[in-house]
């Protein structure tokens, strides 16, 4: 089994790279082009991710998985958030079912 203490690594690597030299650094470039292309990057990750999971080999599935995490992770942080922000929710929202939650929306 491989270790979810990647997702912290791969974070602090993420936070490392801001306003690093861009030479050779995919993340430090990301950031260096600020915050719209950023989530423009998370949304066509989402995407190919989507079609991967639709029509995709399970290599490239992971791939994709793969690929939007990272993108997500440097979204969360050009926010000024962590992953740990989105663990919290996770946690929050544990046991809650998610019939019940939509059920529960003000009808509107
Ligand atoms: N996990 C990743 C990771 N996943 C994907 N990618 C890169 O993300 C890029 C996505 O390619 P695309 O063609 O979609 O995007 P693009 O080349 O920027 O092109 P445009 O969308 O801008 O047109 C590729 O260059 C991939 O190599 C990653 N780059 C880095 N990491 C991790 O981040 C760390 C720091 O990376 P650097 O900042 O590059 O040192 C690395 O050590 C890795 O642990």
């Given amino acids: 089994m491989s270790d979810p203490a990647i997702l912290d690594r791969v974070f602090q690597v993420i936070l490392s790279r801001k306003g690093a030299d861009t030479a050779n650094s995919h993340v430090a470039r990301l950031f260096a082009k600020g915050r719209a292309k950023i ?5 066509e990750e989402g995407v190919e991710a989507a079609l991967a999971g639709l029509a995709g080999s399970e290599t ?3 791939g ?3 690929d939007l995490i990272f993108h997500l992770f440097i979204l969360l942080a050009e926010r000024g958030l962590t992953p740990a922000d989105v663990w919290a929710e996770l946690e929050a929202r544990e046991g809650l ?3 019940a939650e939509k ?3 003000p009808k509107g």
């Fill in 39 to 43: 989530a423009q990057k998370v949304g």
């Fill in 64 to 66: 994709e998985a793969a």
């Fill in 103 to 105: 059920a529960s929306r």
């Fill in 97 to 99: 079912s998610g019939v």
């Fill in 60 to 62: 490239e599935l992971v």
